[in-house]
């Protein structure tokens, strides 16, 4: 059984470099009046949970002015070069030492939201299940759940190795949630373009 009063900590990946960006700061591009690390942040913020932290690497400094007024806790990885492991363990590694459960988000996914996160958390006190993720574009990724079970499996991965390794791994012990809303990420301009052009939805 879980607990009654679960610790869960949002850990949001927003340390890379955005190479396909052409220079810009995919971090604190424009989405709706708000950056899209604002729209992260907001949205772990809302859906309450024990803590949120942000993990930054290139341009971090300027990175970190964006959420400096918020109830986040910003976590510099200063190994952000050698791959998105190093920041999962870096959110992981300033968890609180009572947490239950991490939810690992990306900056990038600028339409998913607050009812979004909570579903996740609420999918796992219903089913105790040690894995919630979502489902979109034929993959199964972040956002995503997991219990304090995965976390000596999410401190073993190396270089560019992410959260989708431990759910392919362990997809008997996943619950899945479709979510199509985290299927629209931005990595190329193309996309923000894409973002920028979208109608507009009270959900998002």
């Keep these: 059984m879980l607990p009654d009063k679960l610790n869960i900590n949002a850990i949001i990946l927003a340390a890379g470099s955005a190479s396909r960006m052409k220079g810009k700061m995919k971090q604190l591009l424009e989405f709706r009046g708000k950056t899209l690390l604002r729209r992260a942040a907001d949205a772990a913020i809302d859906a309450e949970f024990s803590k949120v932290s942000v993990i930054v690497g290139a341009n971090g400094e300027k990175i970190s002015e964006e959420v400096k007024n918020l109830p986040v806790e910003v976590v510099f990885n200063e190994n952000w070069k050698s791959g998105i492991s190093s920041s999962i363990k870096s959110g992981l590694t300033n968890a609180s030492a009572d947490?239950?459960?991490?939810?690992?988000m990306l900056c990038d996914q600028p339409l998913v939201t607050a009812e979004i996160l909570r579903n996740l958390r609420e999918v796992f006190v219903e089913t105790d299940s040690p894995i919630v993720a979502c489902e979109y574009e034929n993959t199964i990724g972040v956002p995503a759940l997991f219990s304090r079970e995965f976390f000596p499996a999410l401190m073993d991965l190396q270089k560019d190795e992410g959260a989708k390794k431990i759910i392919a791994e362990n997809i008997q012990k996943t619950v899945v949630l479709k979510v199509s809303e985290a299927g629209f990420?931005?990595?190329?301009?193309?996309?923000y373009v894409k973002l920028l052009h979208k109608p507009f939805s009270s959900r998002s």
């Design 99 to 104: 947490t239950n459960a991490v939810v690992f």
């Design 185 to 191: 990420d931005v990595d190329t301009i193309e996309d």
